[in-house]
């Protein structure tokens, strides 16, 4: 199996080995060995915790930077609904629109019309499902690996519909190359993300075929450019002369309360955000628990992708944005209607192949092998002083032992085993200007 | 693998703590979702039993390539009428189980349906053993839409 792609990166210089990212990971993908944080490609979900919790900014986003663009003949940009969010009072989408453009992009994509045309696909695929239910969204890259990784067997009950930004960059490179007679990799699609976790579906779709997208540059990265251009031109009263880009308030409403809930208002829809809750949701459906659910949104993000790691706003500030945006709006308007009634019978919106499950280490073999491991790991778990300090490098001392039964750790990590080990922690942690324990 | 587990009579405070750690212990094994979940019905309705009804019991737990296997031998006063007690809906508990959610008379219909292969033999005064068997490779879907 090829292993996976990350969205994120960590620079060993600048770890301190604090163990903090290895404490918040939800799939315990992240250890610290020789004073330095690494993660277990094939166990990171990319939920983007670690990117937050880390204290010296050892953990970055491997989005694009402006300077990527400009190996784009033409670039268009895909922001994002969220962007529209960020702002302070006063700076309106189209505000934002002409600011995109001073950065450098030669269009703006209209991406309304994408999500309406993902919400028909998704219904239509619903309609004609007869499999396991929930069927479970895959708009949240996070929850995509999640079910791949910890829920192999829900794997078929991932929506198997293109994704709106996918959408969106395979009709903007059609369209564009078309109109201005360019090769499809002069285009640049890039797309607005509020967080690093949307670059691994570009970087490596969950099903194993190729992104329509170029890439990804973060909501922080564009901020201070629009807000400056914006700034500057807001107050010479001029109306900014590109087209509307938002003229209705569906694509907005979709990233605030309940995204697809409102198109699947005939259907049992759940939401859930935050990704413990969405664990415990999981739980409920593996043990068939969740039986009249028929369509379930998850976002990893507290609040869906307006808490996403590289927005720049205040969550509950973005909210009440958009609750004055969608007030402003009509929720439909003729010319998206038009544009998703000329476009929907002429794409397709099937993914080109299905997800597949992505099981970790120690649980690829056969059940006689999976037994001799766990029973090993029981064994070695009983010798350990079960305090879960971290300071082995593992975060639990469950995860310690189970990474000993595989050969990739020893019980002497655990410095309850090791005094050389305890030596090397002062070493590297008490002489830093921090005062150590008195004798 | 071989497991075995006590359970108390009476202990209503830890009733399902084995149910619990059996389920919990084949989900890590990566064992498919429904048949969990079957392991742990057939586990937890015998467990609910011994804590209603005998004095103290052993649950073992075999785990093999094919299938798992439960095994519960408790000291108790014994099932005096085995086809009667596996009747849906009969049942000898108390107005005080019944207050608690127990005693409707599903919980031996429940293990012999989620089981592969049951049995259920008893000696009055001396104890009950159950015996289920759960196939690996026997189908469950227990979300899918009709």
Known sequence: MIPLTHGFKIEADRCQGCLSCMRICPTHAIRVKNGKARFEPDQCIDCGSCLTACRNGAITATTLSSEDLFKFQFKVAVPSPVLFGQFPAGITPDHIHEGLHSLGFDAVWDYGVDLILSGRAITRYLADWKGTFPLISTSCPVIVRLVQVSYPRMVDQLVQVQIPREIAGREAKRRYSEELSLSPDQVGVIYITPCQAKTISILQPAEGAESYLDGALGINAVYNGILAYANLHREDGKKPSRGNLIRNSTMLQWSVSEGMGRVLSDHQYLHVTGLPNIIQVFDDIEKGKLRNVEFLEAFCCWSGCTGGNLTVANIYVTLSKFHTLISQLPETDPQTEAEVERRFPLENFSLDRPVRPRPVKGMTGDLRERVKIMQKAEEILNSLPGLDCGLCGAPTCKVLARDASMGDATRTDCVFYSKERLRDLQKRHIHKGRPGPKA | ?146
């Open chain 2, 1 to 146: 693998m071989k497991r075995m587990f006590e359970v108390r009579g009476g202990d209503f405070d830890k009733a399902g703590e084995t149910s619990t750690e059996v389920k919990t212990l084949l989900k890590d094994l990566g064992i498919d979702p429904g048949i969990v979940r079957r392991a742990g019905v057939v586990t937890f309705e015998a467990e609910m039993n011994v804590v209603m009804y005998a004095e103290k019991a052993q649950v073992t737990l075999i785990l093999t390539d094919k299938d798992i296997a439960v095994e519960v031998k408790d000291q108790g006063p014994g099932i005096p009428d085995i086809e009667l007690a596996m009747q849906e809906g009969y049942s000898t508990a108390t107005d005080e189980m019944r207050e608690m959610g127990f005693g409707f008379g599903m919980g031996l219909p429940n293990i012999k349906k989620n089981s592969d292969h049951f049995t259920l033999e008893s000696e009055l005064g001396k104890g009950t053993r159950l015996y289920s068997v759960i196939r690996l490779d026997s189908d469950d879907s227990p979300n899918t839409r009709v």
